[in-house]
């Protein structure tokens, strides 16, 4: 009924769309908006009347003095009211305003006031599928006085009948030197029995925090508890009394952080991380028991929880989750066919690289042209591609493990908390496994992300028996050498005009410097064609467009698509060179892919360019200055502030950049100070090695800088800012052509 | 589960967004602090427009990423691209009797014809509406079959504001293929004359035709002026309908270029043809109705809003008096409430029917601690009438709308200030201007007409207009050489403007970072620049000229070849990216304030060297502008002075080529070094 009803208010709102824009407030909203101030009311009642001490502060210490804001108290609650799975979370702060930066942050909020959580039926305030909001603030002026404002008096700046209801708060009499204390309140009911809140404490931000404190109330007959703290955060007091399961947590003076460069929160910075989920009569895999509190559960019994959905996802094998079969198996066939001595490998990237194909690169009569650089940035559900290219290995006698990785920049492996930590990949089984990830329309076999490097990972085998995990792995980490970019510059001298540089420059990029060099300059015509081709599909979308009478003038509307992307390329290599140098050429001349790197045996981009650059050769007299040391391009410079660093580094991973600078000396000079670019800094960290050599009218400047690692415990940050440092400095180092 | 990452199955996660970003002519963009409504000029879509519709395109299966980076000004919607044209536009647009609330109204009309000529796709059609108007029907039909449109209605979200009742409805228009052609015709309703004021002729895709029909009854009485017409072709006729007692005027023109979106143009009305309309009167069975027929009408008009506020003096005066409670004088008393408004009242833009209009309350806003332009101004003028001084609102144009109040219309103005007689003398006070001094004013305001109260008449004045020296930025370092490095102390000076912008930016870092900021603003973020002992005057303060002082070292600023040393002396290079792209370019250009950059180095010549060469001097000397660098040796000095004085922000595009040579210069300028060699 309730969806009959549903999809009558559509069919009215479609009919009576144009209505819409009448500014009266619907009857809906204007019913909605009586029962919202009464809830208010009584929501503002309660939530001023907590005690927490910090609430009483009006002292900013004098340490934090020069901090831009300074929460003196911030309390979160997390209660359900009765047994009818509603959920309150609340979260009240007292902040003193310090500056006009944090007078900007602080005097206007915006919030959904109501927000359905399901997208099949019409917003309809306080019906269990909608969020509903509340907030209110009140300032301390520094004088004593007060002034309260509450969200039931923001501005309506958005409402969608369909989703949501959006408002925004002018927070009045704010000035730098007062203080604020808001509240926001949500209210919604958690509607499955296999859902969980998801709640992160997190004790280290930009502002100090001088009181900081949490408290949980959940129903032992219906809810359990489950959380983890992590990086030294404190534990949880817990008790159950009258009912209810209660948490409790008071920490004071939680330090500002500082430092953002290269960290790993999650790994770093102590936090809390908590569900509050519907609880069951008995736990089992998904399910918690109701009346439990799960404190620091073991990370086990969430990677068994993954491994299971994933065997679920391996095994949900169907016509709706393996698209266009058929054509997969026939171009399987005529590859064994043609390839009768293909081993399992060769096998193993056939198949990975058709259905990439499939799903990403081949075309559709009806598909929305796209043919630009829009179309880089494709990519496919990580489970449901690998779930594909895994069915095929298997029926094709190819065994493959899925890899239950967790990314290095969320919880570690025993530190997993719910199953989404965990993200996947696919490996053969062998001496030289293949893995492979989704990472995206350049996607290739043999290729680990980043993000992965160095973790250690369950492996659940691709068969469709199994159902345990068969040991784990360590993925490997990337070595510097394998991410890779190379610029290798022909530099001369203009001829009428001497400050003018012309450079032919090739350039090349491996490992996790591909991708985003493939998404900028590649042509979707190029590659579409290029992996046809690699993968014997004999007859491309063009032809058979062409060949179709319906859809002849698709081929044409392609041409053009194609002719008009080929030309607007040209912008996004300009804007690479730019980028590169920090600095726009005087005219592009000429420019060219000369390997896409589509596979795991093309393993680098590589570009060609001419142009010319103005700005780095200085007249002195009859003489000249090049900057010869700005030629590599804008160098890393680490702040004041982050000089000083006791966390560790967590940087993306290891790389290697090496430039080749060949400067042709024009006829008439001669060239000096070459001997001073000449530098070596090589320490456990990283390496900025600069060589010369000159001969036959030429000067060949060789540039290497290695992050040698992805990780440096903090107590060799100055080797590796030493490294930094010395990059940085070259770019001020010249040399002179002087007038014979 | 709280999400899913299995979703849609190989359901490519091109997400978002189908159109690219579009040239942004189609908006009136608010400058900073201006009160009045938003007149779409155009009709058809905008970037935000684009992002709104574009839910399905032609293909659910592969739309277009939200993030795409490389999309550049060629987007499908500039004239470069040919892919899609209006083949034929109609408007239509009649007066005719309203209801008792509103007794005449303004119906129009829209019928598009969009042509596919290269590849098939979707475009988005939307129309604004607001308060004042409503959208009463669209129709669209697809290569000749009806569509069935499902228009969606938005809060229309306009930068700079925190509250606008603009609202933008529209839809996603599929071209079949090419060489078919889509139809759309929109029925609007403007319920009032008064804010019915121009129609432009450009749209976001270039038109083969155009037409523009006025129907005007008799009863009507308004006046049409031709803005712009100059080379636009725009053939005109007037005819007289019988039948229905009415004008009926026509317009037409072809092949008009696509409107286009440029940073410091000057804004559409300066740009584009389009018919002012300057709606007099109606005579109606209800009576006669003036809307307005000159300016006294205009400010009438205004001036019943004005009485409409409901200020509270008794609750201006205390705050007032505290805030003056030591100066001695009334000028001195003026600058405090200025400054006190600028510091204490924070603008936030609110543009909510006729409120968009009348100016809140001041003891609202003093309360609030907020307001907008009008509440700023009404609030300044409120404290100052309770300390007994003549202070009057004032209605403006801001320099990007061309009309001044010879056009009474409600395009003329999009501003309120006030003003303050005092001694014979006449000052204005814009505290939407956060930290510009006392009697300086923004270039947006100067030279500007204003409409000043005056009781139940009005006067018309002009805001001065200053030169450069109101905005000046000036900065004198005396150098010695250590070794590889540059040494010495370094001052900074900045007035007006120039103070404006340097405030702008530090209040908007947090304190405990200010310093580290200032430091990579003055060093340009590069480390070998090292400056230390930094001292600033009170940043709070902007009456008194803004100065910074440091010590410089400029490590490996030396360069040792043989017996000779060079270096080199200018390190900011002020304009050196000042060129304009004219094969981009389309707009003459806006500077953004008049100003002068002075930089003076003084460097001690060491012991034992000479002067070898020193750079020519550039003498550039441009009644808009001029770039002068000279390097002099004085004694055991070389002086290197540099002046970049902008006397004229308006640069027009016959200018261009000029100015860039005169960059070139500069630039070339910067490309020198001096050398000094052994004696």
Redesign the interface.
């Known amino acids: 009924m309730k969806t009959y009803i549903a999809i009558l208010i559509c069919l009215l709102l ?1 009919i009576t ?2 209505m ?4 009266k407030v619907e009857p809906w909203d204007a019913k909605a908006e009586v029962k919202y101030k009464k809830r208010l009311a009584e929501v503002k009642e309660e939530i001023w009347s907590w005690k927490q001490a910090g609430f009483k502060n009006r002292t900013v210490p004098a340490e934090y003095a ?4 300074v929460v003196l108290a911030k309390h979160i609650e997390l209660t359900t009211p009765d047994k009818d799975r509603e959920l309150h979370r609340s979260i009240r702060v007292l902040v003193a305003i ?7 942050e602080y ?2 909020f915006s919030f959904k006031q109501y927000e359905s959580l399901s997208s099949w039926y019409a917003l309809e305030p306080f019906d269990k599928m909608t969020k509903v909001t509340y907030m209110g603030a009140r300032i301390f002026k520094k004088d004593g006085g007060t002034r309260e404002i509450y969200s039931d008096e923001a ?6 009948r369909r989703s949501h209801k959006t408002r ?1 708060l ?1 927070i ?4 730098v030197g007062d203080m604020i204390e808001y509240f926001v309140r949500e209210e919604r009911f958690i509607n499955h029995a ?3 809140t ?1 709640e992160l404490f997190v004790l280290g931000d930009e502002e100090p925090v001088m009181e900081y404190s949490v408290h949980v109330s959940a129903w032992e007959e219906v809810f359990a508890l489950e959380y983890r703290c992590m990086n030294g955060a404190p534990n949880f007091k817990q008790k159950i009394a009258d009912h209810m399961m209660q948490l409790d947590m008071l920490v004071k003076n939680v330090p500002p952080q500082p430092v953002k460069l290269w960290m790993n929160p999650f790994r770093q910075i102590p936090m809390v991380r908590l569900h509050l989920r519907v609880g069951a009569r008995r736990e089992k895999l998904g399910r918690r028991k109701e009346g439990t509190i799960y404190s620091n559960p073991n990370a086990l019994k969430t990677r068994d929880e993954a491994v299971a959905e994933l065997v679920a ?1 391996r095994n949900a094998t169907s016509s ?2 393996l ?1 266009f079969l058929g054509e997969v198996w026939d171009n399987v066939k005529q590859f064994k066919k043609t390839n009768k001595n293909a081993s399992d490998e060769e096998l193993t990237h056939y198949i990975y690289y058709l259905i990439r194909y ?3 690169y081949r075309v ?1 009569p ?5 043919v630009d ?3 880089n ?9 690998l779930r ?1 290219v895994n069915y095929m290995l298997v029926k094709n006698d190819i065994d493959a493990d899925f890899v239950l990785a967790t990314p290095r920049y969320g919880p570690s492996q025993n530190e997993v908390f ?1 199953t ?1 930590d965990f993200r996947v990949m696919l490996k053969t089984v062998g001496k030289k496994p293949v893995y492979m990830s989704a990472e995206g329309i350049f996607s290739n076999t043999e290729y680990i992300p980043a993000e992965f490097e160095g973790q250690k990972a369950p492996l659940v085998t691709g068969g469709p028996r199994d159902e345990s995990i068969k040991g784990n792995v360590e993925i490997p980490y990337s070595e510097a050498k394998q991410n890779r970019q190379v610029e290798n510059l022909l530099i001369s001298f203009g001829q009428d005009d001497l ?1 003018q540089l012309k450079i032919d420059r090739t350039s090349s990029a491996t490992g996790h410097f591909k991708q985003p060099l493939q998404q ?1 300059l590649l042509l979707y015509e190029d590659y579409y064609d290029a992996e046809r081709q690699a993968l014997g599909i004999k007859q491309s979308f063009m032809d058979e467009f062409a060949d179709s009478k319906r859809n002849r ?2 081929a ?3 041409r ?2 194609f002719e ?1 992307a080929r030309k ?1 390329v040209k ?2 290599f300009l ?1 690479e060179v730019k980028t590169q140098f920090d600095n ?1 050429p005087e005219s592009l001349d000429k420019f060219s892919v000369l390997k896409m790197g589509l596979r795991h045996n093309e393993p680098e981009i590589s570009y060609n360019m001419a142009f010319t650059m ?2 780095y ?7 000249y ?1 090049i900057d010869a040391g700005r030629l590599i391009g804008p160098q890393m ?1 680490i ?3 982050q000089r000083e660093r006791k966390a560790d580094v967590y940087m993306p991973f290891a790389r290697s950049f090496e430039y080749n600078l060949e400067f042709r000396i024009p006829a008439g000079y001669t060239l ?2 070459a001997d001073k670019l000449a530098r070596s800094i090589d320490n456990e960290c990283g390496s900025f090695v600069v060589t010369t050599k000159q001969a036959e009218g030429k000067l060949t400047v060789s540039v290497k800088k290695i992050y040698k690692n992805a990780f440096a415990p903090a107590a060799k940050w100055p080797q590796l800012l030493e490294m930094v ?1 010395a990059a ?2 070259f ?4 040399i ?1 052509l ?1 007038k014979a | ?3 899913s ?10 997400c978002g967004l ?1 159109l ?1 970003a579009l040239a942004f002519g189609g908006i009136k963009k608010p400058e900073k602090a201006e009160h009045k409504r938003i007149v779409p000029l155009a009709k058809a879509g905008s970037v935000v427009a684009a992002r709104m519709f574009s839910g399905g ?3 659910q ?5 939200a ?2 980076p ?3 000004e ?1 987007s499908p919607f500039t004239e470069e ?1 040919k ?1 899609i044209v209006i083949r034929e536009r109609k408007e239509r647009y009649e007066f005719v009797k309203g209801d008792d609330k509103h007794p005449v109204w303004v119906k129009q009309s829209f019928t598009t014809f969009y042509r596919c000529d ?5 475009i988005p059609v939307v129309e604004f ?1 607001d ?1 004042y108007s ?5 129709k669209a039909y697809v290569n000749g079959d009806r569509m069935k449109v ?6 229309y ?1 306009v930068e700079g504001f ?2 606008s ?1 603009a ?1 933008i ?1 529209g839809f996603m228009l599929p071209l079949e ?3 078919t052609e889509s139809k759309v015709e929109l029925q609007k309703t403007v319920l009032d004359p008064r804010y019915f004021t121009t129609v432009f002729f450009q749209e976001e895709f270039f038109q083969e035709q155009k037409e523009i029909t006025l129907v005007v009854p008799r009863w009507m009485k308004l006046e049409i002026k031709e803005m712009n017409f100059g080379k636009a072709g725009v053939q005109s006729s007037k005819t007289y309908d019988e039948k229905n007692n009415a004008d009926v005027y026509t317009y037409t023109a072809k092949s008009i270029k696509p409107s286009k979106s440029e940073q410091n143009a000057p804004g559409p009305s300066y740009l584009y043809p389009h018919l002012l309309v300057v709606s007099h009167a109606a005579e109606t069975p209800a009576g006669k109705i003036t809307y307005f027929g000159n300016v006294n009408d205009l400010y009438t008009w205004y001036r019943s809003l004005v009485k409409e506020i409901g200020n509270d003096p008794a609750a201006i005066k205390t705050t007032a008096l505290d805030i003056t409670k030591d100066k001695k004088d009334d000028l001195e008393k003026i600058k405090a409430v200025y400054t006190w408004v600028q510091e ?1 009242i ?1 603008y ?1 833009a ?1 543009e ?1 029917g006729i409120a968009g209009f009348r100016p809140a309350k001041a003891q609202d806003v003093l ?4 307001g907008d332009c009008k509440g700023m101004a009404n609030l300044t003028k409120e404290m100052l009438n309770a300390l007994g001084l003549d202070a009057r609102l004032c209605w403006i144009g801001t320099r990007h709308i061309a009309y001044d109040y010879s056009t009474p219309t409600l395009s003329v103005d999009n501003h309120m200030i006030c003003a303050v007689n005092l001694k014979g003398k006449q000052y204005f006070l814009d505290a939407t201007e956060t930290y510009i001094g006392f009697d300086q004013y923004a270039e947006r305001i100067q030279g500007r007409q204003v409409l000043i109260e005056n009781g139940d008449q009005y006067t018309l004045s002009k805001v001065p207009a200053r030169t450069f020296e109101q905005n000046r930025q000036v900065e004198k370092r005396i150098l010695h050489v250590e070794g590889n490095n540059l040494v010495g102390s370094v001052d900074h000076r900045y007035t007006g403007e120039c103070t404006e912008y340097i405030l702008t930016q530090a ?7 200010l310093e ?1 900021a200032l ?2 603003f003055l060093t340009k ?4 620049y090292a400056i230390s002992s930094v001292k600033t005057s009170d940043l709070h303060d902007w009456s008194k000229d803004m100065t910074i002082q440091y010590d410089l070292q400029h ?3 030396v ?1 040792n ?2 017996d000779e040393l ?1 270096i ?1 002396l200018d390190f900011r290079k002020e304009m ?2 000042g060129n304009i792209d004219t094969t981009l370019r389309e707009h003459d250009l806006w500077l953004s304030f008049k100003r002068q950059l002075v930089q003076e180095t003084t460097l001690a010549i060491p012991a034992g060297y000479k002067v ?2 020193l ?1 020519p001097a550039v003498n550039i000397d441009h009644p808009k502008y001029a770039f002068k660098a000279v390097y002099e040796q004085q004694a055991d000095k070389v002086v290197y002075r540099k002046e970049i004085t902008i006397k004229n922000t308006h640069l027009e595009k016959k200018e261009f080529s000029g100015w860039n040579n005169d960059i070139k210069k500069l ?1 070339q300028t910067y ?5 000094l060699t052994k004696k």
């Open positions: 479609l769309g144009m819409a824009q009448e500014r020069k901090e831009s804001a310090n500056d006009k930066a944090a007078l900007e005097s206007e501005v309506v700046t958005e409402v969608n925004k002018a009045p009499d704010l000035q296999n859902a969980y998801e996802m709706g989750t698209p499939m799903g990403l559709n009806q598909d929305e042209i796209v650089q829009r179309r940035w494709a990519g496919l559900s990580e489970r449901n591609f594909y719910e989404d400050q900028k003038s698709l044409d509307e392609y053009n698509a008009k607007d912008e996004s804007d726009q103005n700005g050769i200085k007249k002195a007299g009859s003489n200055i410079s702040k004041p502030s000096e100070g440092d940085e400095a770019q001020q180092q010249k002179l002087r | 589960m709280p999400y990452r299995n979703c849609l199955y190989l359901n490519v996660i091109l189908t690219p395109g032609l293909n299966q592969v739309s277009v990423p993030r795409t490389f999309l550049h060629a691209n892919n290269e590849y098939r796709g979707s509406y308060d409503r959208v009463d029907e669209v499902k228009v969606e209605h938005d809060y979200s925190f509250y009742d609202r409805c293929k090419k060489g204490n924070r936030i609110f909510d309360q609030k601690k907020y209040h908007q870092v947090k304190k405990d970072k580290e430091q990579q973020e590069n480390r070998a490590k490996d600023a360069n070849f043989g060079y080199e050196e990216d070898k060469s750079p630039r490309l020198e070094q001096i050398t």
